[in-house]
């Protein structure tokens, strides 16, 4: 069985309000879900996994904040991966 998608959008309170008018379901991430009285939240099992790239542009100087950023999310990559 195959979806139908047919709306896509990234802005996260849009999509709950679809869902409140009863246009369909939505996928959020658990930090941009708004406790809303006319939607609910549930926990997909398992868990969706989500991949995030990181982009730099060659030739620019690196900054000691993104060399912080990147020590970071690899920390949190490790532990996920752990867990």
């Not at 802005?11 to 939505?26: N, S």
């Not at 549930?42 to 690196?62: F, M, Q």
Request: positive net charge.
């Amino acid at each position: 069985m195959r979806p139908k998608v047919a709306c896509r959008a990234g802005d996260f309170p849009f999509m709950q309000a679809l869902v409140a008018a009863g246009v369909g379901i939505a996928f959020i991430p658990a930090l941009a879900v708004e406790d809303r009285p006319d939607t609910r939240a549930l926990v997909l099992t398992p868990t969706a996994k989500r991949y995030i790239g990181v982009y730099t542009a060659p030739g620019t100087p690196s900054h000691h904040a993104s060399h912080a950023l990147l020590d970071a999310l690899k920390e949190r990559a490790a532990a996920v991966r752990r867990s």
